[in-house]
Nanobody, 125 residues
């Protein structure tokens, strides 16, 4: 089992920044990918970004590329998502998820086995 805890959400004005954290504990050796998704109630979960925690490879959705950036602290089993130039449409509940080494389509929620509880990000004008 892997437990994921997100933090760092909050309210910010458009153009501002937030830094989300995803701390993993438990059998973290069984996971390789950490993904971030966001979801508005009643809508499908949208993939935001993913990182290969072993090789460091990162990928981002077109909507956030150039504004969001991964970093990680392997000693703390924590992945960070720095979100800059936030837009009103970035408002959502953000979830981190952990997937195994066989996770190829990192943008697909079904690739991930473990999920955090979510953290709210609200961007206002």
């Amino acid at each position: 089992q892997v437990q994921l805890v997100e933090s760092g959400g909050g309210s910010v004005q458009a153009g501002g920044s937030l830094k989300l954290s995803c701390a993993a504990s438990g059998d973290t050796y069984s996971t390789k990918f950490i993904g971030w998704f966001r979801q508005t109630p009643g809508k499908e979960r949208e993939w935001v970004a993913a990182i290969d925690t072993v090789g460091g490879f990162t990928s981002y959705a077109d909507s956030v590329r150039g504004r969001f950036t991964f970093s990680r602290d392997n000693a703390k089993n924590t992945v960070y998502l720095q979100m800059n130039s936030l837009k009103i449409e970035d408002t959502d509940v953000y979830f981190c998820a952990a997937g195994p080494a066989g996770c190829v389509m990192v943008f697909n929620p079904s690739c991930y086995k473990y999920w955090g509880q979510g953290t709210q990000v609200t961007v206002s004008s």
